[in-house]
């Protein structure tokens, strides 16, 4: 479970800062060619409209909605803070290619696994209905351990 927290957190750390690069070229981009308008307070308008822009995407975006809650799972997997959760399994479904959403009475879980890893076969046996132990993070609700 660790190496795949840890390549989940690297691929959004990476993804992230691509995002940050191209981003940045495209700000400065507008930048430049605000000099083209001769209205300085249209100028200072357009800067400023565009930087926040680019502000908002970014730190909801790529740091709150993507790399936040990966890094935080990591942090806590690694500091051992983590809590246990019985419950019957109500909903499960596969949130893209390598995660897998359970929800466990009203609350729900991310599991992120490799196809070629024990908690594939896991979690291609886990069905609604199931009875399951989960060890997951206090805060991030990403699963680290699962038992039938």
């Given at each position: ?16 800062v ?38 908002f995407?970014f ?10 809650p ?48 024990v ?11 199931d ?18």
């Open positions: 479970m660790n190496e795949l927290l840890r390549n989940a957190f690297l691929l959004y750390l990476v993804v992230t691509f995002a940050i690069t191209w981003l940045s070229l495209f700000v400065i981009g507008v930048l430049k060619n605000s000099k083209q308008i001769e209205s300085k307070l249209m100028r200072l308008l357009l800067c400023f409209l565009v930087l926040a822009i680019f502000l995407v730190l909801y975006f790529f740091i709150y909605q993507s790399l936040y990966i890094t935080l799972a990591y942090y806590e997997f690694k500091n051992d803070m983590a809590t246990d959760v019985t419950g019957r399994i109500s909903e499960i479904y596969q949130d893209g290619r390598d995660r897998m959403k359970i929800t466990v009475g009203e609350q729900t879980y991310i599991m992120v696994y490799d196809k070629n890893s908690y594939a076969e896991i979690a291609g046996s886990l069905s609604k209905g009875t399951v132990t989960l060890r997951v993070g206090n805060k991030s609700n990403y699963v680290f351990d699962i038992s039938k």
